[in-house]
């Protein structure tokens, strides 16, 4: 065993005592100098558990420390009992069990030093894997437990055996079986093992050559074979086993049938093969086909034929021998020329051209209204009775000994078409005629035509449809629709009908405004009398109409501020006409629906009106016998000059919109305010008392109101009507008086805008007041 320390400092040498832990055998000493660290211990029993006990020790053998530990000792050598070889990659070896042993090692080493291996096994025996075919390996054995492996076992000699032979089968015949294979290296004998599927007898044959041939075996059957190549010691090698079934055996036929379908074939039956795959069936014409049943399709074939067929079976081995061909015989051909005759009308015969092999023929005559009939005979034609409009299908079917043929060429044949009888011709547009009928019996395309127009093709078409269009307004058309067909023509019997197209566009010529909501228009009438023409003036939120038959026209309760488009049509019982163009008609602009005149001064007042529609700028006009007074403004308020007090004015407004249209709006007159009076002075009277006289001016006779404004004291007097003075009793004298006289007006109102004027009135000795100043007063 051995042990591994680390140094001590001072150690002059290490004592390793090991114990037995659970046996009466005495301890085991080793020494080692103290420049080692490790050392072995021999002469331990194996799998033992000892207690391992290491000391460090000076020169005087004083011990300076010591560590102990338990271990167990490798478990006995085995030994190999045998090894072989039953596979040439693997040796298998036998050996005896060691006491204590959890698992052994098998080695394995080539005698030329170029492979080593080991291998763990839980027991024996044991096999070494991964080798090389027929090579001499030494194996040897050893035990492993906790403790570690045991020293080899005694080496022995073994040596692979060789490969399996790849056998390549294959079938030749249907009852043989050829077996090749490449040289096995180190192979001095093959032997070979054949066995049927579901049999349990075997055939053994040896042989020193490379290929083999089983004959005399069943047809399509399986047999397995399995190779194996012995070395010159006569040692089996590895084996391999491939199967390989043998050729089908050639099919019969039983049937060869002639098939109706969507094109004429055949259906071949045959005898069912044992072990074919699939079949494959062959015509002498070169068609095939090919299957895993007993029965296949050859599509197409050609009509009027006679050919053979023949059968081979197919496997994984390959093709058997082709059956014996079977004769089979195809339909007869069509006629490929088919026509009709009809040299006069109603009497119609179907032609063709005769075919080879053909014993009679069927013809089919089906109307396209579902009426068939039919004709048998050995000739080439059958007559039959054809009406105008229809489109009859005819069809020629030949028979002979083998049936009839599976298709035939279709001949359409249209007669003359019919009129249609239901014609409609109605406006579409103002220009435009859509002429519609019900489609008729053998028509392939209309030609409409109309005689005003000198007699062109306004459609030529498949539908039944036509516009005519470009045409001329408030004009009768006469409309002919005629049916036509490729082979026979056009029938032109039909007869015409008539439609009128939609009055011509009026257009407007002149708009007049005869009052203030009233427009007359004036319009062109290019229509027929009997027209009704309608004027429309559209605005965003209302229109106006107005009809008439003749070339003027009102529009009446027309809203002012609005912008028309107003627009002309015409109406007859054919429809109605395009609008004409449209022209912009704008009435003018709405008068304010309020106007406040308020007089701000005596000879200035502030006119006021509510919004108008339409209107930009407006112009007020304040007019009486004394004069005038205007403004032009873009707002909805002017301040005027100018005014003559105690005067009835007119009030009148223009509203004037961006386009320059005036309204002349007029409202309740205004009276100006009374004037102020002139000439006022201040008297002392008698009696203590005060006058104070002024001059009226004005038409009209007010009442005044006189104030008198002191320090000491204030007074107020009323005048009557026509009255120039006012007299008041006065409180003390020698004050300064402001003295205000003002008229009343006739709503009882006083003027507030009369200046106030200042006196100094002495006490009595003097008889009239001297005026110090005169100064505006506030209107407020």
């Known amino acids: ?84 070889s039953k596979n040439s990659d693997s040796i298998t070896v036998e050996f005896t069990t060691s006491t204590g042993a959890t698992s052994y090692i098998l080695r394995a080493e080539s005698k030329t030093g170029d492979f080593f291996s080991e291998t763990s096994v839980p027991s024996s025996p044991g096999t070494v894997v991964q080798l090389q075919p027929y090579t001499d390996y030494i194996l040897s054995v050893m035990s492993v437990n906790s403790g570690g492996r045991s020293q080899p076992s005694y080496p022995t000699e073994a040596r692979t055996v060789v490969t399996a032979p790849q056998l390549n089968t294959s079938s030749p015949s249907n009852e043989t079986i050829f077996v090749t294979w490449p040289p096995v290296k180190n192979a001095a004998l093959y032997s070979l093992v054949i066995i049927m599927e579901g049999s349990s007898t075997r055939l053994k044959l040896n042989t020193t050559n490379t290929s083999m041939t089983f004959d005399h075996l069943q047809a399509g059957t399986t047999y397995c074979i399995k190779g194996t190549a012995y070395d010159s010691d006569g040692r089996p090698g590895d084996d391999l086993t491939v199967c390989q079934i043998t050729r089908p055996s050639s099919p019969d036929v039983t049937l060869v049938e002639v098939t109706q379908g969507r094109s004429l074939g055949i259906t071949v039956y045959w005898v069912y093969v044992q072990g074919a795959k699939n079949y494959l069936a062959w015509t002498s014409n070169g068609q095939n086909c090919s299957t895993d049943n007993t029965y296949c399709f050859i599509l197409p074939q050609e009509c009027g034929q006679n050919h053979t067929v023949s059968v081979i079976a197919y496997n994984e081995a390959g093709p058997s021998s082709p059956s014996q061909p079977t004769n089979y015989i195809t339909y007869p051909c069509p006629p490929d020329n088919i026509w009709v005759e009809e040299p006069t009308a109603g009497n119609c015969s179907v032609m063709w051209e005769k075919v080879p092999l053909v014993d009679y023929y069927i013809t089919f005559i089906k109307r396209d209204d579902g009426i068939e009939k039919t004709c048998n005979t050995t ?107 490729e082979l026979r023509g056009c029938n032109l019997t039909c007869a015409p009908s008539t439609k009128e197209t939609a009055p011509c566009t009026p257009e407007i010529l002149n708009m007049t405004q005869t009052s203030s909501s009233t427009y007359r228009v004036l319009i062109t009438t290019p229509n027929s009398g009997n027209t009704n023409y309608t004027i429309s003036a559209t605005a965003p939120y209302s229109t106006v109409t107005c009809q008439t038959r003749n070339s003027s026209c009102e529009l009446t309760q027309l809203p002012c501020g609005a912008t028309f488009g107003v627009t002309a049509m015409a109406t007859t019982a054919a429809g109605r006409s395009l609008p004409g163009f449209s022209k912009t008609l704008e009435t003018g602009p709405c008068c304010p629906s309020s106007v406040k005149v308020t007089q701000v001064t005596q000879a200035m007042t502030n006119v006021t009106w509510s919004s108008s529609g339409g209107a930009r700028s407006f112009i007020a006009h304040l007019m009486s016998p004394r004069g005038e007074a205007k403004c032009h403004t873009l707002d909805t308020n002017c301040l005027m ?57 004005g038409p009209q006779a007010y009442k005044h109101i006189v104030e008198v404004y002191g320090t000491g004291a204030n007074y107020t007097c009323n005048a009557t009507a026509g009255t120039t003075y006012c007299d008041i009793q006065e409180g003390t004298c020698g004050d300064v008086y402001t003295v205000v006289v003002a008229p009343v007006g006739q709503d009882g109102l006083k003027v507030t805008f009369c200046l106030p004027r200042k006196y100094s009135v002495p006490c009595p000795g003097s008889n009239a007041g001297m005026i110090i100043s005169r100064r505006r007063r506030s209107v407020q």
Not at 429 to 444: F, H, N, Q, R, Y
Request: glycine letters at 6%; charged letters at 10%; a negative charge.
């Open 1 to 84: 065993m051995t042990v591994q320390w680390s140094g001590q400092s001072g150690a002059s040498s290490y004592k390793v005592t090991a114990t037995p832990k659970n046996s009466p055998a005495p301890p085991v000493f080793a020494q080692f100098s103290g420049n080692t660290v490790m050392g072995s211990v021999s002469s331990l029993s194996p799998n033992t558990v000892y207690t391992m006990q290491l000391e460090a020790m000076d020169k005087a053998l004083n011990v300076l420390s010591s560590a102990k530990t338990e271990e167990t000792t490798a478990p006995d050598i085995p030994s190999i009992q045998q090894a072989y």
């Open 379 to 485: 000739e080439a034609s059958c007559p039959f009775f054809c009406v105008c409009g229809y489109t009859y299908l005819t069809s020629v079917f030949p028979y002979n000994q083998a049936g009839t043929s599976l298709v035939a060429n279709v001949r359409n044949y249209t007669t003359i078409p019919c009129c249609p009888q239901d014609v409609t011709v109605k406006l579409v547009s103002t220009e435009t005629l859509e002429v519609i009928w019900s489609p008729v019996k053998g028509a392939e395309v209309y030609e409409t035509t109309a005689v005003e127009t000198g007699g062109i093709v306004h459609c030529n078409d498949t539908s039944p449809v036509c516009a005519l269009s470009d045409l001329h307004c408030n004009t009768p058309y006469s409309v002919t629709v005629t049916p036509c067909s």
């Open 641 to 697: 000059g100018c005014i003559t007090c105690g005067t009835n004015y007119s009030v009148n407004l223009d509203a004037i919109s961006t386009t320059g249209l005036k309204s002349q709006c007029t409202y309740s007159g205004f009276s100006s305010s009374a004037c102020c009076p002139t000439g006022v002075k201040l008297y002392r009277w008698t009696n203590n008392s005060l006058r104070v006289y002024w001059r009226s001016l």
